[in-house]
Structures are given as C-alpha cells and as structure tokens.
T-cell receptor, first 113, second 115 residues
Framework: EAQVTQNPRYLITVTGKKLTVTCSQN?????MSWYRQDPGLGLRQIYY???????DKGDVPEGYKVSRKEKRNFPLILESPSPNQTSLYFC????????????FGPGTRLTVT | AQSVAQPEDQVNVAEGNPLTVKCTYS??????LFWYVQYPNRGLQFLLK??????LVKGSYGFEAEFNKSQTSFHLKKPSALVSDSALYFC?????????????FGSGTRLQVQP
C-alpha cells in the first residue's frame, strides 16, 4: 500500500530535550515536506526537500532541522524544543517538485511542556 | 508572494443541499490551485487540482471546483451534500511564475452537513 508513515504519532516532552520525528514514504517520491498545523493558521511549511541531500527552508523553519540521506526518509529534528513548538506535524511527499498531488502522513501531535 | 484566503471558518449545510466552500488566492504569476480534505485524526487527502484548461475541474467524491481568474477564486462545490462530507477543507496555491516549489495553504473551512 502506498503510504507516508510518521513516528511517533503522539509525543509529550519537556523544554530542551532533543527529539526526532521520523517520516518515511514507499512511493519513490522525490519531493518531501514537513508542515505544522495550528488552529486558525492552516498548514505552514517548515522545510522541504527536492531530492537526496537537497533541502530548503519553508515559511517557518526556526527551531527545526531536517536531513535527507535516503530518498524514502525525511526526519524532522527539534534540537531544543520549546512550548511554542507544540503543534500537529505532518509529513508529505510528492512524485516531483511540481506538487501536483501530495500524500500526507497521519500526523504527529507534539506537546512541549 | 503567494497567498490564499478561506473567508469562512465554518459552513453549515443540510444533507441533500448544494454546498460551496470559498477560496480566493493571490499570486504574481499563474496559479496551480488545489483542494485537500482532512477527516478527524487523519492526514490531508487530495481532492482536486486546477493546472490549466477548463475552468471547472472535477475531483474525488463528487466534488468540483470552479477557477475564476478575474475574481481570483477557486470555490469548492458539490451539488448534493452528504453527512459523510463533514470534514475540514483546505485550499492551497502554488505560484508557478516564481519557481517556488511549495504550496501555501489557507486556514481551513470546517464543513458541517446536518442530517
């Protein structure tokens, strides 16, 4: 089954404790992206990657890091999480940078206390 | 810069009635326009897109959307709403002219279909 998977689905952590949210897709997609969803703000892009070793900032990259060492994986790293990073996070992938159709993961709900 | 606005936080409609969810956009070049739907506790699912050609595009689950260049709008429509259509709907735009390889999403409209 074609899908985007994210882990963990739910995470509660404390300020400053480094964490990683994994994202994997099995569709051989070139383009991958991370979004955060906050009430009233819709989805805002954090980072995206057009291919292996090619990443770029989205609209809200501060406090986040990403890497793309393999085509299928695109982890999101929070080196020192803060409460304002409490949010619902989605990973997405697309066949190409044309973004004609994105496939979204199920989401990771992160709470930073 | 590319932007999109969904002016209604919530739309209520009775089952069987037609529904419209509004979206307006702003781009400097030509737009690619999209609608996505989010059911509770799920990721977003692609509904339909406008790239070029016919202004009326048809998508999944009986939804369609009309591209209006003069009004910079891309409203989502369905002739007869179902209770199962109740969900959160997002409009998104990509400004092809800028070369920016990212979508900008609206804030979302919650559709509530009453039986």
């Amino acid at each position: 089954e074609a899908q985007v998977t994210q882990n963990p689905r739910y995470l509660i952590t404390v300020t400053g404790k480094k964490l990683t949210v994994t994202c994997s897709q099995n569709m051989n997609h070139e383009y991958m992206s991370w979004y955060r969803q906050d009430p009233g703000l819709g989805l805002r892009q954090i980072y995206y990657s057009m291919n292996v070793e090619v990443t770029d900032k989205g609209d809200v990259p501060e406090g986040y890091k990403v890497s793309r060492k393999e085509k299928r994986n695109f982890p999101l790293i929070l080196e020192s999480p803060s409460p304002n990073q409490t949010s619902l996070y989605f990973c997405a992938s697309s066949f190409s940078e044309n973004l004609l159709e994105q496939y979204f993961g199920p989401g990771t709900r992160l709470t930073v206390t | 810069a590319q932007s999109v606005a969904q002016p209604e936080d919530q739309v209520n409609v009775a089952e069987g009635n037609p529904l419209t969810v509004k979206c307006t956009y702003s781009v400097s070049g030509n737009p690619y326009l999209f609608w996505y739907v989010q059911y509770p506790n799920r990721g977003l699912q692609f509904l339909l897109k406008y790239i070029t050609g016919d202004n009326l595009v048809k998508g999944s689950y009986g939804f369609e959307a009309e591209f209006n260049k003069s009004q910079t709008s891309f409203h989502l429509k369905k002739p007869s709403a179902l209770v199962s259509d109740s969900a959160l709907y997002f409009c998104a735009v990509r400004d092809v002219g800028t070369g920016r390889r990212a979508l900008t999403f609206g804030s979302g409209t919650r559709l509530q279909v009453q039986p």
